[in-house]
């Protein structure tokens, strides 16, 4: 977890949680699809544990607002209660945790499931991954120290090794009884965000290990040349690519780099957000869609799709968070901003009315979006006409049969280092970044496609 947030570490914590918890409740299903024989005590808990996972994730987000109505000054009565839920989330993970090291050695059904011990031991190392990556903030005091003395580059994750087969195998830890687990567990509140999902590459910031990757990419957007790399073109900066481009092969995606500089779209959008939003976020999506492609082809080798509904859903989530940011960050320039014009401008007029009632429509939309998602302009094929979507996280409430052509990120990450809880504002001045030719161009091409209206 980066710390450059200052004053605003509490509100990316609770944003963290919340994720994590929504992942921990997806656990508590998933161990029971990996092992349908599963007692019915063990049942029984972890649907318990879901309800808490649950809880938690609903209190993290109630909390996450309040802390956003105060912006950069968190009254210390709020700071206090994110430091109690963290302590009581950590709790939970260790308890969690022992539990499922029980599991592993009790239960005769998790014996029996092929499967069952890799998907468990997997779970419990990102849940004592995440614990570790926590355990500086958890203690009195200890975040609004961390919110005094952040500093831009300082990072709190460690670079991320991976786990030796030994220990992978090793005999679990000392635990409680299953029965102590969940009693112990405080109510209201869930465990803290331990495992996140299945896959290693949900990890919401991984500084040490972009580091050389960032620089890379920052001297790369400061050589490119406008002419030759700007959206639209044919250079290595547009989303089009020259013609004859080999596929992406399966697990081969790659962070693109910025079409500009990260502080090229100052005032609107500030460079430390550029750099963590492109350099962390959307490289995690990317590591993400390749470990959940990874998966699926070893599963259509092996046969073996027992565990096709988990890894579909990471394909959706992190799919989806790659091609979106890909396209968001083509669509901006430093020199957007104003209206559209040709055939786009008059297909708006067509569709919405005029540019101002697109706009006001577009602006509504992303500023409504409940949560974390984006607002996207699309062009359908079955309609013939301009539609606007909301979508939640990346890939929910999408409609199939669409062609993206502006896509809007109104996740926190986005805005929050510059904007605090103004997204409204945020939204406004990202429309004098929005870069028209581009999205004329992907109009160009989108329009081409139409199927039999209906």
């Excluded at 009195?140 to 300082?154: D, T, V, Y």
């Excluded at 670079?159 to 687990?181: I, K, M, Y």
Aim: glycine share 6%; charged share 20%.
């Amino acid at each position: 977890m980066l710390l450059i947030y200052g004053t605003l570490l509490p509100a990316r914590i609770l944003e963290e949680i919340r994720f994590w918890k929504q992942q921990e409740m997806e656990h508590t299903e998933f161990i029971q699809t990996v092992v349908p024989a599963l007692e019915q005590p063990y049942v029984r808990l972890f649907n318990e544990w879901h309800v808490v996972f649950a809880e938690t994730e609903r209190a993290a987000d109630a909390l996450l607002r309040q802390i956003l109505e105060h912006g950069a000054s968190v009254p210390a009565h709020l700071i206090s209660q994110v430091e109690q839920l963290l302590r009581v989330s950590f709790d939970q993970s260790q308890h969690f945790i022992r539990q499922l090291h029980d599991l592993r050695n009790a239960s005769p059904a998790v014996r029996q499931a092929p499967l069952a011990d890799k998907v468990l031991l997997h779970i419990i190392r990102e849940s004592e991954y995440f614990l570790r990556v926590l355990e500086p903030l958890n203690a009195p005091g200890a975040l609004e120290r961390w919110m005094a003395s952040a500093k831009s580059e300082q990072t709190l994750h460690p670079p991320r090794a991976e786990v030796p087969q030994a220990a992978q195998d090793a005999a679990p830890h000392p635990s409680d009884t299953l029965e102590a687990g969940i009693t112990s567990a405080p109510e209201g509140t869930g465990s803290n965000a331990p495992a996140a999902a299945i896959s290693a590459a949900t990890e919401p910031a991984k500084a040490a290990a972009t580091a050389d990757a960032r620089a890379e990419g920052e001297a790369e957007a400061e050589a490119r040349a406008a002419s030759d790399h700007a959206p639209g073109g044919n250079g290595p900066g547009s989303v089009y690519g020259p013609a004859g481009s080999k596929p992406v092969p399966i697990g081969g995606h790659k962070l693109p780099p910025l079409p500009y500089p990260y502080n090229a779209l100052e005032p609107h959008i500030d460079e430390a957000t550029m750099r963590l939003h492109h350099d962390a976020h959307h490289q995690s999506y990317v590591d993400g869609l390749n470990n959940a492609e990874n998966k699926l082809e070893e599963a259509r080798k092996t046969g073996n799709f027992e565990l096709v509904k988990h890894w579909e859903r990471e394909l959706a989530f992190h799919g989806a968070g790659h091609y979106l940011h890909t396209i968001f960050w083509s669509i901006m320039n430093p020199k957007g901003g104003g209206a559209p014009t040709g055939e786009l401008a008059q297909q708006i007029n067509q569709d919405f009315g005029s540019f101002e009632r697109f706009k006001k429509h577009f602006t509504e939309a992303a500023d409504k979006v409940e949560g974390s998602g984006w607002a996207i302009l699309v062009w359908s094929p079955r309609s013939h006409r301009l539609e606007i979507l909301q979508a939640e996280k990346h890939q929910n409430l999408s409609q199939w049969d669409v062609v993206p052509l502006l896509a809007l990120d109104v996740w926190e990450h986005a805005y929050y280092l510059k904007y605090q809880n103004k997204r409204a504002d945020y939204i406004r001045n990202w429309w004098n970044v929005v870069y028209w030719p581009e999205v004329a161009e992907r109009f160009r091409h989108a329009r081409t496609l139409k199927w039999p209206p209906f």
